[in-house]
């Protein structure tokens, strides 16, 4: 199968890649190196059957170049990461849905199936204990920048879904719940590898508000499969899955945890939320998905433990080096 991935150099698109050339795909990638980084792909750079492409899903040339001779594309390509939305609104809105739009019509024109990557984020602040794929969405204020992501989501899979009903794009959607894992940066707000780095580096662990905030933390080695076994089933088109952990966990156990496991010495300090993030965010107390319907089409089944996800993540921590950028580039050229 040849498979097009948007966003592949990033956290989840990198280990998706691997999946899938290890499958036996042929994998093409297409990212512009904003938040993703060529060090991710740095095992597969030089495989016979990966090709990376570097430009914009802003750009419908590029993108068609991409998705040429494709059979099926993953759109993963996103301005995510609650500090980078609420700092660049405006290019996370553009990026978020005039390039979800630029794909769509990219991929129906080739006449590939296509998986869109979506978020829990969508739901907003709904808390109940179990979010079904129909959970109403509870948004904030439009003012409040951190919202305009998951309208910009929401927007994405409306557009998709009217694509299939329009004009019958193979298209699945996912919704990721708090996806963690090795190769994941901290750097855009995201709590686990912000934690680990800290703990590690024997700095206070910063957990915002009281830490009585809960999330199900799921690991990239559960979603990759899962959402490559969404990809390939036709009964998926015109529907959207969660795919969240099945573990509750506050932010202040985690940092418990992390503490623990990587034996750190580092205090845990509660840092108040105006003091940890700027203007347009707001935080929500609780995101626990439902993931029947998931295991009902896949068997998704999420079996990492947080213990485990912390060891895993603190191993990568231990061990990735900050070779620049321009060290893959020129290996990529030749
Ligand atoms: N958080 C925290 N300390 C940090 C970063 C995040 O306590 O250094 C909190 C954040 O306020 C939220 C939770 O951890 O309650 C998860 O944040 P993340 O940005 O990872 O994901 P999201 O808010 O999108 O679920």
């Not at 978020?96 to 739009?101: P, S, Y």
Request: proline share 3%; aromatic share 8%.
């Amino acid at each position: 199968m040849r498979t097009a991935i948007t966003g592949g150099a990033g956290f989840i698109g990198s280990h998706l890649v691997e999946h899938l050339l290890a499958a036996g795909d042929e994998v093409i990638v297409l990212d512009d190196l904003s938040t993703g980084r060529l060090e991710n792909l740095k095992g597969v750079i030089g495989h016979r059957r990966f090709r990376f492409i570097e430009g914009s899903i802003l750009d419908r040339a590029t993108v068609d170049k991409a998705v040429a001779g494709a059979d099926r594309v993953f759109h993963l390509a996103a301005a995510v990461g609650v500090n980078l939305i609420v700092d660049h609104p405006l290019e996370s809105l553009r990026t978020n849905i005039h390039g979800t739009e630029v794909v769509l019509d990219s991929v129906l024109e080739a006449g590939a199936s296509l998986l869109l990557a979506s978020t829990s984020e969508i739901y907003g602040k709904n808390t109940s204990d179990s979010l079904s794929e129909e959970s109403d969405r509870i948004l904030g204020s439009a003012l409040k920048s951190r919202w305009t992501y998951a309208a910009a989501k929401g927007i994405d899979e409306a557009f998709a879904h009217a694509y299939w009903r329009q004009f019958g794009l193979r298209v699945a959607i996912v919704r990721l719940f708090n996806t963690v894992g090795p190769r994941q940066t901290g750097r855009y707000g995201m709590v686990v590898p912000r934690l680990v780095r800290q703990a590690l580096a024997g700095e206070p662990l910063t957990v915002y508000g009281d830490g009585h905030q809960t999330r199900c933390f799921s690991y990239v080695g559960d979603i990759v499969p899962a959402i490559t076994r969404i990809s390939e089933d036709e009964r998926a088109y015109g529907n959207a899955y969660n795919l969240g952990g099945n573990h509750e966990i506050s932010i202040l156990a985690l940092a418990e945890r992390i503490v623990e496991l990587v034996g750190s010495d580092s205090p845990i300090t509660l840092v108040p939320y105006e003091q940890a993030y700027s203007e347009g965010y707001e935080d929500m107390r609780r995101r626990v998905p439902d993931n029947t319907k998931a295991f009902g089409l896949v068997g998704f089944d999420p079996k990492t433990t947080v213990d485990q996800i912390i060891t895993n993540v603190a191993a990568d921590n231990r061990t990735s080096n900050t070779a620049d950028a321009s060290r893959w580039k020129v290996i990529l050229a030749s």
